[in-house]
């Protein structure tokens, strides 16, 4: 196959959950993917299962020196990126009791600060790209106002700010929001609105969304905690942790 003609991706997030579905439905259309993840071992499973396909790019976003790297090593190998999926985060529900420190230092520098690097990053290469496009997955961290105040600026209000730039440039820009919609618990629903979304249904639905290249793509849910399952760390703590009780746990998923 002549993979020169098909698109470019950087996706991140790749390692588990959605963007591992995505990671996979997209590299099975032949597209080259570069595939960031905090673990160098999931990214190296997708090289080693899609040859010639996978650009191994991992480590952690929330450092700017890191994503400033990974930026150089696709500019090295493709020069140009067509598609970037900004899906890396994490997404944490806290059953309401109040949020420690650490908790929300963790959600401000996995969300909004990373997505803020790889914009920065992802710009040029989009730039130098074919028909481009970005898009963002947004958080819980966007309906906590307390995070909001935290992080100087919502995950929402940073891609809404890139897209003015970016359109200008040339790059459509697609923010996808897994919301929470009373409406999708209607029975005349012209088109499907799941209240619990797999992983790999979430993804099939997204791609297919994402052709049409709209403003924004929402996964409705009648509550967010029913959206793809959260990494078995999170699910396992959730498990454990009675609601309400925060002392027995590790407040970063997948933290012991
Ligand atoms: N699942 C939900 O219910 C839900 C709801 C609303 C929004 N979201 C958002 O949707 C996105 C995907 O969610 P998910 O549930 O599929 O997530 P997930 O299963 O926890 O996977 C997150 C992915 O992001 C990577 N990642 C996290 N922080 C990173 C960092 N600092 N640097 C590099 N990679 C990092 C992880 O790397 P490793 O694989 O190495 O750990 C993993 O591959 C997230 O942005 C999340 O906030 C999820």
Redesign the pocket.
């Known amino acids: 196959m002549d993979r020169s003609s098909l698109p470019r991706y950087w996706l991140?997030?790749?390692?588990?959950?959605?963007?591992?579905a995505l990671a996979e439905a997209i590299l099975e259309t032949g597209a080259r993917v570069a595939v960031?993840?905090?673990?160098a071992q999931?990214c190296e499973a997708l090289s080693a299962r899609y040859p010639g396909q996978v650009l191994a790019v991992?480590?952690?976003?929330?450092d700017s020196q890191t994503v400033r790297e990974i930026g150089e090593t696709i500019a090295r190998q493709w020069g140009a990126l067509d598609r970037v999926i900004l899906?890396?985060?994490?997404?944490e529900y806290v059953h309401g009791q109040p949020l420690e420190q650490t908790m929300i230092e963790h959600i401000v520098?996995?969300?909004l600060l990373?997505a803020s690097f790889c914009i920065e990053t992802a710009r040029p290469l989009l730039g130098a790209g074919s028909d481009p496009h970005l898009v963002g997955?947004?958080?819980?961290?966007t309906y906590l106002t307390s995070l909001q105040a935290a992080g100087g600026s919502s995950l929402r209000e940073l891609f809404e700010t890139a897209r003015q730039t970016l359109v200008a440039e040339g790059t459509d820009v697609t923010l996808v929001t897994?919301g929470v919609d009373s409406a999708s618990l209607s029975v005349d629903d012209c088109f499907p609105k799941p209240a619990h979304w797999s992983?790999g249904d979430a993804a099939t639905y997204l791609l297919g969304q994402l052709a049409e290249r709209p403003a924004e793509v929402t996964l409705s849910v009648s509550s967010?905690?029913s959206?793809?399952?959260?990494?078995t760390a999170?699910n396992d703590r959730q498990a454990q942790a009675a609601p309400g009780d925060s002392t027995n746990r590790s407040p970063i998923?997948?933290q012991p």
């Not at 960031?36 to 673990?39: D, G, L, N, Q, V």
């Not at 959206?227 to 990494?231: E, Y």
């Open positions: 991140t997030g790749a390692g588990n959950g959605i963007g591992a960031s993840a905090c673990s999931a991992p480590g952690n976003l929330s899906n890396a985060g994490t997404a520098r996995s969300n990373a997955l947004t958080s819980p961290v897994p992983a967010v905690s959206l793809w399952p959260l990494s999170a998923k997948g």
